[in-house]
């Protein structure tokens, strides 16, 4: 519901709770379809709830409207890291230690 919020009714107070809903119970219907893939790798579902919280603090932008091919993608690529499905050649397995110095300054801002 929050992210909703956020790409619909930022500079928009007006937006019906009608519409809101519909548009957080599309995000969770898409959330839901990875939920197969992370449970058959012995992982916590509840790592998709925490995903979109994510999404929704850094990639959620105001007035993105109803369009939900951003969050697919986003989705996926957060999946894909928190959930390896596929082996990485060096070169793409090179960007996980970016990936990996940018969460410990984020776990330190934090604190």
Do not use: K
Not at 16 to 45: C, K, M, P, Q, Y
Not at 100 to 108: A, C, V, Y
Request: glycine fraction near 6%; proline fraction near 3%.
């Amino acid at each position: 519901m929050e992210l909703a919020h956020v790409v619909l009714a930022a500079g928009q107070p007006a937006v019906s709770r009608d519409i809101l809903e519909t548009l957080a119970h599309r995000f969770e219907r898409e959330a839901a379809d990875f939920a197969l893939l992370v449970a058959n790798a012995g992982r916590d579902t509840a790592l998709l709830a925490r995903a979109v919280h994510y999404l929704t603090d850094a990639h959620a932008l105001p007035l993105m409207g109803t369009d939900m091919e951003w969050f697919r993608q986003a989705l996926a690529c957060l999946v894909e890291l928190a959930v390896p499905g596929i082996a990485l050649s060096e070169q793409g397995a090179a960007f996980l230690r970016d990936v990996e110095t940018g969460i410990e300054q984020s776990l330190q801002d934090l604190g």
